[in-house]
Antibody, heavy 121, light 112 residues
């Protein structure tokens, strides 16, 4: 079955760039549906960061748009998230998630286990 | 931008009881664009309901989703201890570009 796994540095310095990857297994990234990145600060709720289509189309949440870049690498079967100019407010667990493939419905049906990123000097 | 409000903040019930969780949107939402998630401590969210009322794979039939317009409900008909979790609703606002996803603040369900 489809599985997602996030990876990346657990600690990023303020004003630096957070870089994460989401490895896809069980399906070719070319055939997976839209995927999103979602984050969750410690003890808080979920925030949608943005989404990427297997063909590379991206959409970002406006409050983060100026700092976010999403991309994918078909040779490595993974997609990536970069968040620039980070500060303490970007400290969170970061998740990647696949969108349900049922037309005209919405929901994220497969999630990675999440990776904790702390922004600190 | 749509704002989702969930109530109550915390629900404390006993096993076997019925739980009714509310999700209210600041403007009308296409019902098939509404989803619910369960998140247990230390775990990733798990899709419970998608498309407003469809149960996700592996979700028991005691979970049901309903609603339209601005008011949506997740009902757990007979609570079991493993249902203790925070439940989030989510919608996509499709009438703007880009079409944004928004989460509610969550309802914590405690099984006494």
């Amino acid at each position: 079955q489809v599985q997602l796994q996030e990876s990346g540095p657990g600690l990023v310095k303020p004003s630096g760039t957070l870089s994460l990857t989401c490895a896809v297994s069980g399906v070719s990234i070319s055939d997976i549906n839209w995927c999103s990145w979602v984050r969750q600060p410690p003890g808080k709720g979920l925030e949608w960061i943005g989404e990427i289509h297997p063909r590379g189309t991206t959409k970002y949440n406006p409050p983060l748009k100026s700092r976010v870049t999403m991309s994918l690498d078909t040779s490595k079967n993974h997609f990536s998230l970069e968040l620039s100019s980070v500060n303490a407010a970007d400290t969170a667990v970061y998740y990647c998630a696949r969108h349900v493939a049922v037309p005209t419905t919405r929901g994220f049906d497969v999630w990675g286990q999440g990776t904790m990123v702390t922004v600190s000097s | 931008e749509i704002v989702l409000t969930q109530s109550p903040g915390t629900l404390s019930l006993s096993p076997g009881e019925r739980a009714t969780l509310s999700c209210r949107a600041s403007q009308s939402v296409r019902s098939t664009y509404l989803a619910w998630y369960q998140q247990r401590p230390g775990q990733a969210p798990r899709l419970v309901i998608y498309g407003g009322s469809s149960r996700a794979t592996g979700i028991p039939d005691r979970f049901s989703g309903s609603g339209s317009g601005t008011d949506f409900t997740l009902t757990i008909s007979r609570l079991e201890p493993e249902d203790s979790a925070v439940y989030y609703c989510q919608c996509q606002q499709y009438d703007i570009s880009p079409a944004l996803y928004t989460f509610g603040p969550g309802t914590k369900v405690d099984i006494k």
